[in-house]
């Protein structure tokens, strides 16, 4: 059994939330940490260490169902499942909010993220994380007020354990679950009072200043354009719209899109806007650091490390991110 | 709620062929309602699609003055979608979500001559302007019109041209016309260098990028400012607003912040034109 910070609390809480949802949360898997439906609460990894893979499909699935197109094009009537996403860590609740604010309005997300509740956790900062000073800050309450939870289970580090409600629907399920001490957090928007962090700001004229750096002719030549750093990514949004002329089941499909795969800006007639390597991972800084810093307010980096721990030939963000910073 | 990305049944009441590659098909909203609340800018552009061939971003060139009966896309043959909208008859059902980006904001003009300049296919959205203007919705005095094409058999709109040019100054330059042509031939910057052109002119550039750095060239050789260069740039796209990556240049959505951009603007952004 792995280390559970107030086992007999939490046991309470997924008690209750099995009823309603179906759980999904970081399991050991060897040496990897996967996101998976669990069988066994006692499968449930409480050490903290950053899944493999980020929470997104729960979300925003890999491929989706939007239109039914065997009678003209009508809209996807279908029930989504209810989801308990539990043991989300406060990186993967940033990249959350960032979702929530750029699929505000997308009736498919909405769908599904309602019919999700969230249970944040944090053992200690992951442990990649020190390494990153890129948006090096210290955990308090006042991050925990700028994002989504509906339930966030604190381990302090005397080992015991801080609940916390951000919603009506985390209130209400902590006291299903009998338990009485917590502390109520009011959702304040995801950007902090103060305004974006200045360093996301500064990052993002650093970036868009950089197309001349040679950093980006390196990485043309470095990275194979496989695309796995995007898919690990929480903060990676992009999609394609494909139909699918199954004679069973006529469908337009939402698919996850890839700025490293050459369909991705691909016109009829053949010209494609990014037809080097180079091109294609700017495009990828660029969105992360300037074009979602501008839209939304938020970076579009947390830090997670994933991108890095997945390249095939070692890229790695932070040591990239620094180059910029340094003008080198 | 809304659904972003629910098209709406449009019937075509009307198909001209234009060029051999082109059609013009005139469209209606199924929906009397969706039709009489139909509006739209010149430049803006609509997701038109079929269930099963998905969609592709078509500019309206028809003019706004008809916009409460119906609307107008040219389309060309490029790829399996346009080839299947193509073959279409009238009365077939096609659908649209729309209209998207920005288009040109005709009050910025107010007063100004106003330079058309087309290339190629390109030419599409600036029928909108040229139409609005003979129907005396823009705000400008002077319109002249430049038009480059490779041949007689690739101009669009030819029925229209006599029309124009009681109104508007219509120049066309032909690259390689056949013997028979007796106008202009030659590359659109041709044209333009014997023209005289106001240096407070707006000039709105609607075609290939090749063309675009040319003109523009030619353009600031005449004191044209950059301020009021506006072009019209094409990218693939899925969601028409501003979520799905695919049109992104540099800081911006071509669109949602576009189609329409002033040369100012994105100058100095790598692959932008």
Redesign the interface.
């Known amino acids: 059994m792995n280390a559970s910070p107030d086992l007999k609390s939490i046991n309470s809480l997924l008690r209750i939330l099995a009823k309603d949802y179906f759980i999904f949360a970081p399991q050991k898997n060897g040496d990897i940490v996967k996101i998976a439906e669990i069988k066994n609460t006692d499968d449930i990894d409480w050490l903290g260490q950053m899944p493999e893979k980020p929470w997104k499909d729960i979300f925003l699935p890999a491929k989706e169902q939007?239109?039914d197109?065997n009678n003209?094009?009508k809209?996807s009537k279908k029930q989504y499942p209810k989801i308990a996403a539990v043991g989300m860590n406060v990186l993967d609740l940033k990249a959350l909010a960032l979702f929530d604010q750029?699929?505000g309005?997308?009736?498919y997300y909405?769908r599904r993220r309602n019919n999700t509740l969230t249970v944040g956790y944090s053992a200690d900062w992951p442990i990649d994380y020190k390494k990153f000073k890129v948006f090096s800050h210290t955990y308090e309450e006042d991050i925990l007020e700028h994002l989504s939870f509906d339930v966030f289970l604190a381990k302090l580090k005397n080992g015991k354990l801080k609940i916390y409600s951000g919603s009506e629907k985390g209130q209400n399920i902590l006291e299903a679950s009998g338990i009485k001490d917590y502390k109520h957090i009011e959702f304040a928007g995801p950007i902090p009072e103060a305004g974006t962090d200045k360093r996301v700001l500064a990052l993002k004229e650093k970036v868009?200043q950089s197309?001349n750096n040679k950093l980006w002719e390196e990485l043309g030549k470095q990275c194979l354009a496989c695309g796995k750093c995007s898919i690990v990514c929480p903060t990676c949004?992009?999609?394609?719209?494909?139909?699918?002329?199954d004679p069973s089941n006529?469908s337009?499909q939402r698919c996850w899109?890839n700025?490293f795969y050459n369909d991705?800006?691909?016109?009829?007639?053949g010209n494609k806007?990014l037809d080097t390597v180079k091109?294609k991972i700017?495009?990828w800084y660029?969105?992360k650091f300037?074009?979602i810093p501008?839209?939304y307010g938020l970076p579009g980096c947390v830090s997670c490390g994933r991108c890095s721990r997945t390249c095939p030939v070692g890229i790695d963000i932070a040591k990239n991110i620094q180059r910029v910073i340094k003008n080198k | 709620m809304l659904n972003l990305y629910q098209p709406q049944p449009v019937k075509i009441i009307g198909s001209s062929q234009e060029s051999a590659d082109t059609k013009l098909l005139r469209l209606q909203f199924v929906d009397k309602k969706l039709q009489s609340d139909f509006s739209f800018l010149p430049g803006q552009f609509v997701q038109v699609g079929l269930p099963e061939w998905g969609e592709c971003p078509i500019s309206i060139c028809s003019s706004t003055y008809y916009s409460k009966r119906y609307f107008e896309l040219a389309i060309r043959n490029v790829g399996a979608l346009t080839n299947k909208l193509n073959s279409l008859s009238e009365g077939a059902i096609v659908y649209i979500r729309g209209p998207y980006g920005n288009g040109f904001d005709v009050e910025k003009f107010r007063d100004l001559p106003l330079l058309l300049i087309g290339g190629g296919c390109g030419f599409v959205p600036l029928r909108s302007l040229v139409i609005d203007y003979i129907e005396e919705r823009l705000p400008n005095s002077v319109l002249k019109i430049f038009y480059g094409c490779k041949d007689e058999n690739t101009l669009l709109f030819k029925k229209e041209y006599a029309k124009w040019n009681r109104q508007a100054e219509l120049n066309i330059v032909l690259e390689k016309p056949s013997k028979q042509w007796a106008g202009a031939k030659g590359m659109i910057t041709d044209l333009l260098s014997s023209k005289k052109i106001t240096v407070n002119s707006i000039a709105v550039l609607v075609g290939p990028p090749i063309m675009y750095r040319f003109v523009i060239k030619e353009l600031k050789k005449k004191g044209i400012k950059d301020e009021n260069i506006y072009l019209s740039l094409e990218r693939k796209m899925y969601c028409g607003l501003g979520v799905c990556q695919h049109c992104a240049i540099g800081p911006y959505y071509v669109c949602k912040d576009g189609p329409v951009f002033r040369y100012q603007d994105i100058k100095n952004l790598q692959n932008a034109i």
């Open positions: 939007i239109f197109l003209g094009i809209e750029v699929f309005s997308d009736t909405l868009w197309a949004f992009c999609f394609d719209f494909k139909d699918n002329s006529n337009r899109g700025c991705f800006s691909l016109v009829a007639g806007e091109k700017y495009f660029v969105h300037v074009r501008k839209e």
